[in-house]
């Protein structure tokens, strides 16, 4: 067999093991919400799909944040100008989530008419960043009452004395990262122009298990580690095909 040969040989090998001469790759730059048991995610990816292939792969990254369901906010009325504080909670957890998933569809979009259905899985290794939180406690120093930015401890502070937490970053820099990992499956509904918009409303279960306990609450035996939740995920989509 010639060289020339050989290299047309291959040529067609390749294409029909990755679909066919006449492939087509779609291709939706997204941005979506998601909202869970344990708090909210934000996120941008890339989404693919290949004609005339039943399958879907998707891969970004969501940040969000991490609440224990125990949280309860409240007032101090006692102090003037007071704002809202979470008892018990001593740390702020936020986490940065990378993900990749891989769909199947059930139901083909054909036209902007459509309404296409694909069932997902993903994996994601969160990557959460725990750091402290402070608050304002009122002082009555005599003969000069005085209000004092510190690092909350509700086994120390009186809540009656506590004027609300303080800046968001305030103690940024005294966090831990805490590693971890997770799945997650997904009935997800696609409509929109089929070629160049994308809208998805999905549907699932996710659980995320983390290294050690993520330090939410003070007084709680035990905090959380794993993580299973229900969510809701609503994601557009620009795309081009090649």
Request: aromatic content about 14%; charged content about 20%.
């Amino acid at each position: 067999m010639s060289f020339f040969a050989t290299c047309r040989f291959f040529s067609v090998f390749t294409c029909l093991y990755f679909g066919g001469v006449n492939a087509q790759v779609n291709r939706f730059l997204m941005a979506d919400v998601q909202v869970r048991n344990f708090g909210f995610d934000l996120g941008v990816g890339l989404k693919k799909s290949w004609e005339p292939d039943l399958t879907v792969e998707r891969y970004g990254l969501r940040v969000g944040n991490i609440q224990h369901p125990k949280e309860i906010y409240v007032v101090n009325q006692s102090l003037p100008a007071s704002e809202p504080f979470v008892i018990d909670k001593v740390n702020r957890v936020w986490v940065l989530r990378p993900y990749y998933s891989r769909g199947i569809v059930v139901s083909e979009r054909k036209s902007r008419f459509d309404i296409g259905i694909t069932l997902d899985g993903s994996l994601h290794l969160p990557l959460a960043y725990a750091w402290p939180i402070y608050v304002w406690v009122y002082r009555s120093n005599l003969p000069f009452d005085a209000v004092e930015e510190v690092r909350y401890d509700p086994q120390t502070q009186d809540v009656q004395f506590i004027g609300g937490e303080s800046s968001f970053v305030k103690g940024f820099r005294e966090g831990r990262l805490i590693p971890g990992i997770g799945v997650s499956a997904a009935l997800s509904l696609e409509w929109g122009s089929y070629r160049n918009l994308s809208n998805t409303l999905s549907i699932g279960i996710m659980n995320d298990f983390f290294v050690q306990q993520i330090p939410l609450l003070h007084s709680i035996n035990r905090n959380p580690q794993m993580l299973p939740a229900l969510f809701i995920n609503f994601a557009i989509g620009f795309g081009h095909n090649d």
